[in-house]
């Protein structure tokens, strides 16, 4: 290598930045020949390139202004971009009654979107891709953030508007709690939603996401209208299970036709509560996620499954056991993996802590790809020390890299022509 290497800079910021030789995340080929855990294996989707399996779960931080982005955003997701692991921004609303906190982000105007400008092009400065999820809140809207209050609304005085939320039927989350009666949604209030769904993702592909995914789980308006446990409707959006459904059908139909000249270039994704984990009347149950799998094929590239949220009435998630002892959303996701099979790809998400135990899950099958949380909260390196404890080199930011992978050939070489000249000197005296 000359002494007058240049050094390659990320065209993507305005700043100063060494380019990665690679998407970061990307493992290096076995010196012993053996293929890669299928954690680090790629997978690509319609053109778009995942390094690995293991994404970052999108998780609100609950520090948005307006909807918008914060140097703080800027930090937190870069510091999973830098390291490998490929971002899901968290729950961003499609309405402006649709967050689940004055602070969380949004996606319903161009002034919102485009504050995530600067997070996706450090993600893409990493040759990284960046995906998001588009939420609307329903009941469960306007609430405190968690650090402030688990169950407890906010009200105008701090930015919230109780008054304004929404849901299929006017119950609210628990009956004798802080939630507030939410207005049942006419039938011009789900089209207009509807349509908001469809701008947010025309929005999120023009500032450059890689992917989007739709938020149907945890008790929000999707997942209130897949329940009959929430949805008391008469009319074509509640009833059978066709009815209820049929929501979330045409928010994936207006998500696609957002993508415009893109539908074939942008995976969506899906989330859902796989299992309302719930013994009330009437609760979603993995049975109805394997039958909506089966209604979304061609429509959603990749079924997040996750579980409960949408009844006060529920199991808490510590408490649920299988008899294979198994984190708790595994058996969900592959039940649905093994019901669709390469029709559908599938994400598990929750208590997936161990490397090894995850890459097993993997190398079975049992799901396709692995999201985790908290964990990247405490180690945005994750990826790279799961890559260590299974014996895996990976791509990351050459400030990084060379301390972690020294190039000990140069060194060799410096050495093997050094002591070359030291004898050739030697032999002339």
Known sequence: MSANTPVKTAPEVNFFLPAPDKQTGTADAPEDGKPLPKAFQPIEIKGVRYANRLGVSPMCMYSGV??????????????????????IVEATSVSPEGGLSPQDLAIYNDEQAESFRPVVDFAHAQKQIIGIQLAHGGRKASGQPPYIHLEQMADESVGGWPSKIVAPSAEPFRKHGNYPTPNALTKEGIHRIIKDFRDAAKRAVNVGFDFVEI????????????????????????????????FLLEVID??????????????????????????????WTIDDS???????????????????????????RSDHKNEENLPVHVPWARAVKKALGDKLLVACVGDLYDAEQVNGYLEQGW???????????????????????????????????????????????????????????????
């Open 66 to 87: 307006d909807g918008k982005m914060t140097p703080y955003h800027l930090i937190h997701y870069s510091a999973f971009s830098l390291r490998g692991a490929y971002p």
């Open 367 to 429: 799901f396709d790809f692995a999201l985790v949380g908290k964990h990247f909260l405490y180690n945005p390196g994750l990826v790279i020390e799961w890559a260590d404890k299974l014996g895996v080199k990976i791509e990351i930011p050459p400030q990084y890299r060379w301390g972690k992978y020294m190039q000990i050939n140069q060194i060799i070489e410096l050495i093997k022509r050094s002591e070359e000249a030291e004898n050739a000197e030697n032999g002339k005296a």
């Open 215 to 246: 938020h149907g789980a945890h008790g929000y308006l999707i997942n209130e209208f897949l329940s009959s446990t929430s949805n008391h409707r008469t009319d074509e959006y509640g009833g059978s299970f066709d009815n209820r459904i049929r």
């Open 290 to 316: 394997v039958e909506l799998a089966k209604r979304i094929v061609g429509k959603v590239d990749v079924l997040d499954t996750s579980s409960g949220g949408n009844n006060s009435v529920q199991f808490r």
């Open 254 to 283: 207006a998500v696609r036709e957002g993508l415009g000249d893109k539908v074939d270039k942008v995976p969506v994704w899906l989330r859902i509560s796989a299992s309302e984990n719930s013994p009330a009347p009437g609760a």
